[in-house]
C-alpha cells in the first residue's frame, strides 16, 4: 500500500472550555492581531462575545467581521477579504459552524493570493497562506476546523465549489463542546448526520488508511450511541461532549481520505435549493449506501458493526442489511424529509437532475466512491429519493 500523506492542525484544544485557550493559543503562533470571522447569529447568542472577553483580558486588539452567511458565496467572501484588507492582521479567528470557517479559510487564501475562488477550484490545489486560522467551532459539526477543504458557492452559477490544499488546515483548533449546547433540534440533527456521512465516506472512499479507518470507526461508534441523545436531550452534557469530539474526528478522517457519493451529490441540492447541507446528505445517505455497498460489502459491514447496528459474528450481507435499516430509521428519528416534503417544486427539481449530476461529477468526490456512479446512475438517484 503506498504511504498515507496525512494532515491536521498544529495545535488541537479538546474539551470544556476549550475557548478559553484563544489567547494562549495566538501567543503559542507567534500571531497577535486577529481578525474574527462569524456570523449575525453567533454574534447576537452572545458566543463571540465569550472569544472576545478572553481576547480583551489578555490585552488583544481585534476586529470583527459578522457577515459570513450560510453556505458561503464568492460575494461575501469578497467583503471579508476587504475587512481583511483594511486592517493590519496577522491571523484569522473563525467562530461559528461550517460557514464562517470555510469563509475564513477563503478569505485567508485570497488575502495571500489574490485572484477569485474559482481559481482554486478542484483540480487546482493551493497550499502557502500567510494567515493562520484559528477555528473554534459551535456546532458539531462539520469538521471544518481540521480539514483542508473548503466549499465557497459561486454567487454568479450557484455552483458549489470544492477548493483544497495545505492553505485550508486551521493552525490551531479550539474544540469546546459548551459552545454547541444551544445549537437547536434540527441543526443538532443535521450537523450530526453530516458527520456521519464524513465517517463513512472516509471509510468506504478509495483513498482509505489504516489512519483515517481508527478515527472514521471511533467517529460513527459515537455519533450511533450519542446523536438522538444530543437532539431529544439538549443539556446532555454526555452527548454534547461525544458529538462534539465525533465531528472533529470526522473532519479528520474525510480531510486524510476523502467523501465520496453522498457529498458530491449533496452539494447541488444545497446550491440550487438551499437544503442545508447535512440534511441533504441525509436525503441522500440511504439511497447511495444501497447503490455503493455491493462493492464494498466488507468496508459497509464494518460501518454497521462500528455502529452497533449489527454484530460482530455477522456476515457482510446481514451486516450491510442492518446498516440500511439503521440508517433509515435514524432518518426518521431525526425528520429527514424528502426533498418533496422540504418543499421542492418537481418542475425546477426535474429540471435540474442532468445539471447537478454534472456538478456532482466535476466536483471530483463520486470518483472516489468505492461504486463509480455514471451521470445516469445519479440522476436515477436524484429520482428515487425525490418521492
Ligand atoms: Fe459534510
Not at 500523506?5 to 475557548?19: E, K, V
Not at 458493526?305 to 439503521?326: F, P, R, W, Y
Not at 456512479?373 to 429519493?385: G, L
Request: one cysteine or more; glycine letters at 8%.
Amino acid at each position: 500500500m503506498a504511504p498515507s500523506m496525512i494532515t491536521l492542525p498544529r495545535l488541537m484544544t479538546i474539551g470544556a472550555n476549550a475557548h478559553k485557550e484563544v489567547s494562549t493559543t495566538l501567543g503559542k503562533l507567534g500571531v497577535k492581531r486577529p481578525l474574527l470571522v462569524s456570523d449575525a447569529f453567533i454574534r447576537e447568542s452572545g458566543i463571540l462575545d465569550k472569544i472576545t472577553t478572553v481576547l480583551d483580558s489578555s490585552g488583544i486588539t481585534w476586529s470583527a467581521f459578522t457577515d459570513t452567511v450560510p453556505d458561503p458565496t464568492t460575494a461575501a467572501v469578497t467583503d471579508g477579504v476587504s475587512a481583511l484588507e483594511n486592517g493590519r492582521f496577522d491571523c484569522l479567528i473563525a467562530v461559528g459552524g461550517g460557514s464562517p470557517m470555510d469563509t475564513a479559510k477563503a478569505m485567508a487564501v485570497l488575502g495571500t493570493h489574490g485572484g477569485t475562488m474559482r481559481d482554486y477550484k478542484v483540480p487546482n490545489q493551493i497550499d502557502r497562506c500567510e494567515y493562520p486560522i484559528i477555528a473554534i467551532p459551535t456546532t458539531a459539526g462539520t469538521g471544518s476546523e481540521v480539514t483542508r477543504f473548503t466549499v465557497i458557492t459561486d454567487t454568479d452559477t450557484d455552483e458549489k465549489m470544492l477548493c483544497m490544499g495545505l492553505a485550508y488546515v486551521p493552525q490551531a483548533a479550539l474544540v469546546d463542546y459548551t459552545l454547541t449546547m444551544s445549537m437547536p433540534w434540527r441543526l443538532t440533527a443535521d450537523t450530526g448526520i453530516d458527520t456521519l456521512t464524513h465517517a463513512i465516506e472516509a471509510y468506504v472512499s478509495k483513498k482509505h488508511n489504516p489512519f483515517t479507518d481508527g478515527i472514521a470507526r471511533s467517529c460513527m461508534s459515537l455519533v450511533s450511541k450519542h446523536l438522538r441523545t444530543a437532539c431529544d436531550q439538549p443539556d446532555n452534557i454526555s452527548a454534547r461532549e461525544a458529538m462534539m469530539l465525533a465531528a472533529t474526528q470526522g473532519g479528520m478522517a474525510f480531510s486524510n481520505s476523502s467523501v465520496c457519493m453522498v457529498h458530491g451529490m449533496s452539494r447541488p441540492l444545497g446550491a440550487h435549493f438551499h437544503v442545508p447541507h447535512g440534511l441533504s446528505n441525509a436525503m441522500l445517505l440511504p439511497a447511495v449506501t444501497a447503490f455503493s455497498a455491493p462493492s464494498a460489502m466488507l468496508r459497509y459491514g464494518d460501518c454497521a458493526k462500528a455502529m452497533g447496528c449489527a454484530e460482530h459474528t455477522d456476515t457482510s450481507e446481514t451486516a450491510v442489511g442492518k446498516l440500511l435499516e439503521e440508517l433509515e430509521q435514524l432518518n426518521s428519528d431525526l425528520k429527514v424529509p424528502s426533498p418533496k416534503d422540504y418543499g421542492i417544486g418537481d418542475n425546477k427539481y426535474f429540471s435540474l437532475l442532468e445539471a447537478m449530476a454534472d456538478q456532482a461529477l466535476s466536483s471530483g468526490s463520486p470518483a472516489n466512491n468505492p461504486r463509480v456512479p455514471s451521470n445516469e446512475e445519479m440522476v436515477a438517484i436524484y429520482e428515487e429519493i425525490y418521492k
